[in-house]
T-cell receptor
Framework: SQTIHQWPATLVQPVGSPLSLECTVEGTSNPNLYWYRQAAGRGLQLLFY??????ISSEVPQNLSASRPQDRQFILSSKKLLLSDSGFYLCAWKFGGGSTEAFFGQGTRLTVV | AQSVAQPEDQVNVAEGNPLTVKCTYS??????LFWYVQYPNRGLQFLLKYITGDNLVKGSYGFEAEFNKSQTSFHLKKPSALVSDSALYFCAVSLANQAGTSLIFGKGTTFSVS
């Protein structure tokens, strides 16, 4: 069966520091991968998605970037964090196609201080 | 553009009463519709989806949802709510089979059972 791992679970970082959040998927190949951000425990905003190694699509301009160095690895990064980057970050995977559901990691609570 | 609306921020019911969480959508084409649940500080868990066929979809943990094309709605229901059903519920929509198709989520409805 497929599993998704996301770490760390919580992170407190000072303003201006770099960020690296990692997500890996096991038990499948060539998944679509996604990064979402959830502000204040409410709606999800799609940040990035990837349909293959090295292929990244950005949904909103921001202080963050994403990379997919391996088929089942998706990384969210920032060179310099802003206070507004605080939030709950969720990684997800799904098979290609609109009819398939997404499966989510447990999330990372990022607090920028 | 695709969009999903969940008109209620919070719904409160007594245990044993029916659970209904409302969702309406707007898409240009045939929608695929999904419901997810989120417990505090956790990821989203898939409950059920509508792709085609029977308008009443049954999912995990006794949840079901009814697709209504004329009203562009996909309301989530459970006949008898439990305290453990207290959580944040998300409706989502996506479109036809395209590589990279993403789920578009509503803002979520907090359901509280006392």
């Amino acid at each position: 069966s497929q599993t998704i791992h996301q770490w760390p679970a919580t992170l407190v970082q000072p303003v201006g520091s770099p960020l690296s959040l990692e997500c890996t998927v096991e038990g499948t190949s060539n998944p679509n991968l996604y990064w979402y951000r959830q502000a204040a425990g409410r709606g999800l905003q799609l940040l990035f998605y990837s349909v293959g190694i090295g292929q990244i699509s950005s949904e909103v301009p921001q202080n963050l970037s994403a990379s997919r160095p391996q088929d089942r690895q998706f990384i969210l990064s920032s060179k310099k964090l802003l206070l507004s980057d605080s939030g709950f970050y969720l990684c997800a995977w799904k098979f290609g196609g609109g009819s398939t559901e997404a499966f989510f990691g447990q999330g990372t609570r990022l607090t920028v201080v | 553009a695709q969009s999903v609306a969940q008109p209620e921020d919070q719904v409160n019911v007594a245990e044993g009463n029916p659970l209904t969480v409302k969702c309406t959508y707007s898409v240009s084409g045939n929608p695929y519709l999904f419901w997810y649940v989120q417990y505090p500080n956790r990821g989203l868990q898939f409950l059920l989806k509508y792709i085609t066929g029977d308008n009443l979809v049954k999912g995990s943990y006794g949840f079901e949802a009814e697709f209504n094309k004329s009203q562009t709605s996909f309301h989530l229901k459970k006949p008898s709510a439990l305290v453990s059903d207290s959580a944040l519920y998300f409706c989502a929509v996506s479109l036809a089979n395209q590589a990279g198709t993403s789920l578009i989520f509503g803002k979520g409805t907090t359901f509280s059972v006392s």
